[in-house]
């Protein structure tokens, strides 16, 4: 059995205080939703960066907007002053972490099921594979999205549909229609889904899809999902334009929704993916704002897509504002967790797997979590960070040094504690098949490989 | 701050410290830019009338167009679009040239499309029916909600003006400067054009009105679709220009010109209508029912919106074969208007026959294109055209109360309408 377990399962019988779990409910039974329930998850990872670096904790980290939901916290007085009460916490947890780094780093990657979700222990529960349940209301879900790519042109047609294969994972439709069931059950125990939630997965994958199109002649990129990408078969003006005619026709589903508080929703997820896009062209010089600076455009690019989409389907759900919190926090939660795996993979993946070219992140001189982390152990990793790896030699020189350090292991610690937040909130849904798939589907996130 | 404040201040990093404008580029560029729709550019259109029109038409809606508020432009990322916008200075992106184009525009073209939404505003009047949109604060007769979509117009219209502007980095030339340059160049092009997209949904949502939100999305398709359409078939002629090496050797000066492009007056029109009309038509609409008009009075206002953009774009497609003076050199689109109706008389082989006499050590010699077309009848019936669309706007308008603002959309079809 593994140090992790030990602890873990140790942590789960009480065997002593978590008090970073004591401390959080503690917050949470004062109300204050929202924002407060944030900051205390930006708060989590922020604290946890903070002690690697090894400092003290202050409360550094500048938010753009405080109190708007979904960016990056303030920390506040309470997240300080709890500091100290974390610290024995850390450190235990620094310790048994530190162990995995002597292994091998997949070694490491094939125990993390066992380690990362407490919903194991706990009895009584059936889980069902979370993609095959979900993918019963999703049949004909590339169908449906190419009948609403109605263009006359065949060559804009072909390209707008080319993604739309039915090869992608549909993580996010997949979560869309789980987390529609979940709320209608908890809602009124219904077990019908609408049409109109329904159409909120199309939509949530049709906005990926054109901002996939459009991030690759950003970064320009030659394959996705082992085929080559729109810009490179079709060239960049026309790829540019694709996206757009995506965006378009998302646009038009969503407003035949014909609910305003919807379509609010998810135009946030366009307003996001855009400004995390600007975001990626900054850089922080300042260690613990480069960090916050990470999550956010992690949040922005990723997570909001997912924590809108399952707001929206519970919007459409049930008028309870708990429950969308709820969904809101599942996605957002989940989202990061996503995005923090992808990361690490972009390290520990070979690039047949993940049909895109690994270490990719490096070469756009983007330094992502696993990065960051390492550069806390080699402190000559920032003179490469602020460079953007532009130097020949950068980025094997960057790679080396990220498996040389533990910053893979900090990285899918991070995305675990993410992902048990994900947990700790869908939790509050009634039970239901579904909801169940969506605990599943959490642990999903951090053993995939690809 | 409008969105003409923000180009100002853009160009304050690109005008001031720009290098001096190469010839050939500027001509290149500017053409492929005004010839694919762009409402400005087009001097020689009876300035001082079409300037008059214009400014008489900014007094009835109050303010002027351009001094619209548009509350994303105080937010970071637009310093952050400034700063990156800066780093271009010096290569030869067409984004550049677009925000040029954007900012030295001294016919109040700019934001004409805004104009016209606010002005069938105006001239519709409030519903004589219960309470109209949400933010029902009437200012000069119009509704803010009206005024947000007259921004939202400009705005879908600019994002697509500089997504057009993005090069194919696999066609770059050695003319064209460094590799590194031009992709930096279509970064921000992209982020640019999304950013508008998105304060755009934005502000639709805030319109609280889904009807409006799809009106103005399947305006988006339909203006995407058209700028596709326009750029497949400068890239067809291009594919074919290079089989036919001998027969039209070419300088890449030409390079968005469609030599042999054949297409008829009714795939003309729907190409024209996705890519110049649709946008308009649709808001025009989209203002009737935010007042909440009925279908009716929706429809007039789409008529008139299409008419009037087709009659203007028909309009801009004759100015190089009405002018005598001084355009001479200029190339003009041979998919323009009088061009494709010439085309459609003479039959296709006459034509492609016609050009290739025009042709002169390997180049098309304009201007000799030119006086050959005016020879024949495409010009005249393409203002015989551009009147019939005319016409069919100011019947649309028959239907609203005379007023001010209707003697000024008028006003917008007799100046495009006008050749002497």
Known sequence: MTAQRVWWEAGCGRAFPVPSFRLRVRAWGRGGATARRDFQTRAMATRWWCWRRG????????????????????????????????????????????????????????????????????????????FKLGWRDLKGLYED????????????????????????????????????????????????????????????????????????????????????????????????LAGDLILSAASIVLARIGNTAVTSILTQVIEDLVRGEFLQLGSKENENERFAHYLEKTFKKTASLIANSCKAVSVLSCPDPVVHEIAYQYGKNIGIAFQLIDDVLDFTSCSDQMGKPTSADLKLGLATGPVLFACQQFPEMNAMIMRRFSLPGDVDRARQYVLQSDGVQQTTYLAQQYCHEAVREIRKLRPSTERDALIQLSESVLTRDK | MSLRQLLLRLSGYLGASGPPHRQWWCARSLDSI?????????????????????????????????????????SDE?????????????????????????????????????????????????????????????????????????????????????HRGIVNLSELQSSDGPLKDMQFG??????????????????????????????????LMDLVQGVYRENSASAKALLQ???????????????????????????????????????????????????????????????????MAMSHKINSDLQPFIKDKASDSKTFNLNSAPVVLHQEFLGRDVWIKQIREAQEKGRLNYTK????????????????????????????????????????????????????
């Open chain 1, 55 to 130: 400092c003290s904790w202050r409360p550094a980290v500048r938010s753009p907007r405080p109190g708007h939901p979904g960016c990056a916290g303030l920390l506040g007085t309470r997240a300080a002053s709890d500091t100290r009460a974390q610290m024995p916490y850390f450190n235990l947890v620094k310790t048994l972490t530190s162990v995995p780094s002597v292994h091998s780093i997949s070694q490491f990657h094939q125990r993390t099921p066992a380690v990362c979700c407490c919903s194991q222990t706990q009895s009584g529960e059936k889980y069902a594979d979370p």
């Open chain 1, 145 to 240: 999205i190419r009948k609403e790519l109605c263009i006359s042109t065949k060559e804009l047609k072909d390209m707008s549909e080319y993604y739309f294969d039915g090869k992608g994972k549909a993580f996010r439709p997949i979560i869309v229609v789980l987390m529609a069931r979940a709320c209608n059950i908890h809602h009124n125990n219904s077990r019908d889904m609408q049409a109109n939630q329904r159409s909120i997965a199309l939509i949530a994958e049709m906005i990926h899809t054109a901002s996939l199109v459009h991030d690759d002649v950003i970064d320009d990129a030659s394959s996705r999902r082992g085929k080559h990408t729109v810009n490179k078969i079709w060239g960049e003006k026309k790829a540019v």
């Open chain 2, 34 to 74: 005004s010839s694919v729709g762009s409402w400005r550019g087009r001097s020689s259109r009876t300035p001082a009338h079409w300037n008059q029109v214009v400014s008489e038409a900014e007094k009835i809606v109050g303010y002027p167009a351009s001094f619209m508020s548009l509350r994303c432009l105080l």
């Open chain 2, 78 to 162: 637009l310093s952050n679009i400034a700063m990156q916008v800066r780093k271009l200075v010096g290569t030869q992106h067409p984004l550049l040239s677009t925000a040029r184009g954007l900012v030295h525009d001294s016919r109040h073209n700019l934001q004409l499309r805004g104009l016209v939404v606010l002005l069938i505003s105006k001239a519709a009047g409030p519903s004589t029916g219960n309470s109209p949109c949400q933010n029902y604060d009437m200012v000069s007769g119009i509704y803010s909600c009206q005024r947000s979509l007259a921004e939202i117009t400009e705005l879908i219209h600019t994002a697509l003006l500089v």
């Open chain 2, 186 to 219: 279509n970064k921000i092009a992209i982020l640019s054009g999304d950013f508008l997209l998105a304060n755009a949904c934005n502000g639709l949502a805030l319109l609280q009105n889904t009807k409006v939100s799809e009106l103005l999305a399947s305006a």
């Open chain 2, 241 to 307: 220009r290079q089989e036919d090496h001998c027969r039209f050797q070419d300088n890449q000066g030409y390079i968005e010109h469609s030599i042999t492009d054949d297409i008829g007056v009714s795939t003309w029109k729907e190409q024209t209508f996705l890519s110049h009309c649709a946008l308009l038509a649709k808001s025009c609409q989209a203002a009737m029912e935010l007042a909440k008009h009925d279908a009716e009075v929706q429809d007039m206002a789409f008529q008139y919106g299409k008419h």
């Open chain 2, 369 to 420: 294109l030119r006086e050959t077309i005016k020879a024949g009848k495409g010009v005249t019936s393409a203002i015989d055209l551009c009147r019939y669309h005319g016409n069919k706007a100011l019947e649309a308008l028959e239907s609203f109360p005379p007023s001010e603002a209707r003697s000024a959309l008028e006003n917008i079809v007799f100046a495009v309408t006008r050749f002497s």
